[in-house]
């Protein structure tokens, strides 16, 4: 049976050691994120990505209750 936190989409985000494994390579003045998967190579290019925003709105929020 599933349950409805199964059913939400959730963020992953990666840590050091996912980045190691990748051999990412962080190159700040070109803005590029390159990743090595065996034989392929991954590269994201923040400028460009910058000039094309997406029709994707998403609101992330944090609700803070103090203890009674």
Same mark, same amino acid.
């Given at each position: 049976?599933?349950?409805?936190?199964? +059913?939400?989409?959730?963020?992953?985000?990666?840590?050091?050691?996912?980045?190691? *494994?990748?051999?990412? +390579? *962080?190159?700040?003045?070109?803005?590029?994120?390159?990743?090595?998967?065996?034989?392929?190579?991954?590269?994201?290019? *923040?400028?460009?990505?910058? +000039?094309?925003?997406?029709?994707?709105?998403?609101?992330?929020?944090?609700?803070?209750?103090?203890?009674?």
């Amino acid at each position: 049976m599933e349950d409805e936190a199964s +059913k939400k989409e959730s963020t992953l985000i990666l840590g050091r050691p996912f980045l190691m *494994i990748a051999r990412t +390579k *962080i190159d700040v003045h070109d803005g590029t994120l390159s990743m090595e998967f065996g034989d392929t190579l991954v590269q994201f290019n *923040i400028f460009e990505a910058m +000039k094309h925003p997406t029709e994707d709105h998403s609101l992330f929020g944090i609700d803070l209750i103090e203890e009674l």
